[in-house]
Protein backbone atom coordinates (compact mmCIF):
# COMPACT_ATOMS: atom_id res chain seq x y z
CA UNK A 1 0.00 0.00 0.00
CA UNK A 2 1.37 3.41 -0.77
CA UNK A 3 1.86 6.53 1.56
CA UNK A 4 0.19 9.26 0.06
CA UNK A 5 3.23 10.92 -1.10
CA UNK A 6 3.92 7.57 -2.83
CA UNK A 7 0.62 7.57 -4.40
CA UNK A 8 1.20 11.25 -5.78
CA UNK A 9 4.70 10.27 -7.01
CA UNK A 10 3.41 7.39 -8.97
CA UNK A 11 0.10 8.63 -10.08
CA UNK A 12 2.03 12.37 -10.71
CA UNK A 13 3.98 10.76 -14.08
CA UNK A 14 0.82 8.98 -15.07
CA UNK A 15 -0.13 12.24 -17.34
CA UNK A 16 0.89 11.70 -20.88
CA UNK A 17 1.90 8.36 -22.15
CA UNK A 18 5.43 9.93 -23.29
CA UNK A 19 6.59 10.04 -19.15
CA UNK A 20 4.13 7.08 -17.81
CA UNK A 21 6.34 3.84 -16.34
CA UNK A 22 4.85 0.88 -18.49
CA UNK A 23 1.69 -0.68 -16.92
CA UNK A 24 -0.34 -4.29 -17.41
CA UNK A 25 -3.20 -4.47 -16.06
CA UNK A 26 -3.17 -1.09 -14.52
CA UNK A 27 -0.44 -1.59 -12.26
CA UNK A 28 3.36 -0.76 -12.44
CA UNK A 29 4.94 -3.12 -14.48
CA UNK A 30 8.53 -3.85 -13.63
CA UNK A 31 10.60 -6.73 -16.10
CA UNK A 32 13.72 -6.29 -13.77
CA UNK A 33 14.53 -6.41 -10.02
CA UNK A 34 16.68 -3.49 -10.62
CA UNK A 35 13.58 -1.58 -11.80
CA UNK A 36 11.72 -1.93 -8.56
CA UNK A 37 14.64 -1.16 -7.11
CA UNK A 38 14.96 2.04 -8.62
CA UNK A 39 11.67 3.09 -8.93
CA UNK A 40 11.37 3.24 -4.76
CA UNK A 41 14.95 4.50 -4.43
CA UNK A 42 13.21 7.50 -6.50
CA UNK A 43 10.52 7.97 -4.48
CA UNK A 44 12.51 7.64 -1.14
CA UNK A 45 15.37 9.73 -1.63
CA UNK A 46 12.63 12.53 -2.63
CA UNK A 47 10.38 11.82 0.63
CA UNK A 48 13.46 12.23 2.10
CA UNK A 49 14.32 15.64 0.67
CA UNK A 50 17.26 14.84 -1.31
CA UNK A 51 14.81 16.72 -4.27
CA UNK A 52 11.61 17.85 -4.96
CA UNK A 53 9.52 14.84 -6.79
CA UNK A 54 8.64 17.67 -9.67
CA UNK A 55 12.55 17.66 -10.12
CA UNK A 56 12.96 13.81 -10.40
CA UNK A 57 10.09 14.04 -12.80
CA UNK A 58 11.27 17.13 -15.08
CA UNK A 59 14.81 15.45 -14.87
CA UNK A 60 13.32 12.19 -16.42
CA UNK A 61 11.19 13.95 -19.04
CA UNK A 62 14.53 15.65 -20.04
CA UNK A 63 16.76 12.65 -19.67
CA UNK A 64 14.10 10.47 -22.20
CA UNK A 65 13.94 13.99 -24.41
CA UNK A 66 17.66 13.40 -24.94
CA UNK A 67 17.31 9.81 -25.55
CA UNK A 68 14.50 10.40 -28.28
CA UNK A 69 17.00 13.16 -29.55
CA UNK A 70 19.73 10.50 -30.35
CA UNK A 71 17.56 7.74 -31.29
CA UNK A 72 14.95 6.54 -34.03
CA UNK A 73 11.53 6.76 -31.93
CA UNK A 74 11.22 2.68 -32.88
CA UNK A 75 14.98 1.62 -31.51
CA UNK A 76 14.65 -1.32 -29.85
CA UNK A 77 17.15 -0.54 -27.56
CA UNK A 78 14.52 1.82 -26.27
CA UNK A 79 14.55 1.50 -22.05
CA UNK A 80 12.33 3.59 -19.92
CA UNK A 81 13.81 2.11 -16.58
CA UNK A 82 17.07 3.12 -18.17
CA UNK A 83 16.37 6.57 -19.03
CA UNK A 84 15.19 6.43 -15.12
CA UNK A 85 17.71 5.19 -13.27
CA UNK A 86 20.07 8.10 -15.91
CA UNK A 87 17.67 11.13 -14.38
CA UNK A 88 18.00 9.10 -10.82
CA UNK A 89 21.40 8.98 -11.31
CA UNK A 90 21.91 12.31 -11.99
CA UNK A 91 20.02 13.87 -9.14
CA UNK A 92 22.01 11.62 -6.68
CA UNK A 93 25.01 13.28 -7.78
CA UNK A 94 23.52 16.49 -8.14
CA UNK A 95 22.85 15.85 -3.97
CA UNK A 96 26.25 14.67 -3.46
CA UNK A 97 24.66 10.95 -2.29
CA UNK A 98 26.93 9.11 -5.06
CA UNK A 99 29.50 10.11 -6.84
CA UNK A 100 29.22 9.79 -10.78
CA UNK A 101 29.49 5.58 -11.82
CA UNK A 102 28.34 4.48 -7.80
CA UNK A 103 24.33 4.10 -8.67
CA UNK A 104 24.47 0.97 -10.58
CA UNK A 105 27.01 -0.68 -8.31
CA UNK A 106 25.05 0.42 -5.40
CA UNK A 107 21.65 -1.21 -6.29
CA UNK A 108 23.39 -4.72 -7.09
CA UNK A 109 24.87 -4.52 -3.80
CA UNK A 110 21.07 -4.00 -2.49
CA UNK A 111 19.85 -6.98 -4.99
CA UNK A 112 22.36 -9.08 -3.59
CA UNK A 113 22.08 -8.47 -0.38
CA UNK A 114 18.34 -9.46 -0.95
CA UNK A 115 19.28 -12.51 -2.42
CA UNK A 116 21.03 -13.57 -0.31
CA UNK A 117 19.24 -12.80 3.11
CA UNK A 118 15.99 -14.62 1.87
Known amino acids: MFTQFEHFAATS ?21 WEKMAFGVAIALS ?29 PEWDYYQCWLTALEKLVVAAGVLKPGELESQLSQLLNCKATTA
Open 13 to 33: LMGSPEEAPPRKDGHLQFDRD
Open 47 to 75: KQGYYEWEEFRQTLIATIGEWEATHELDD
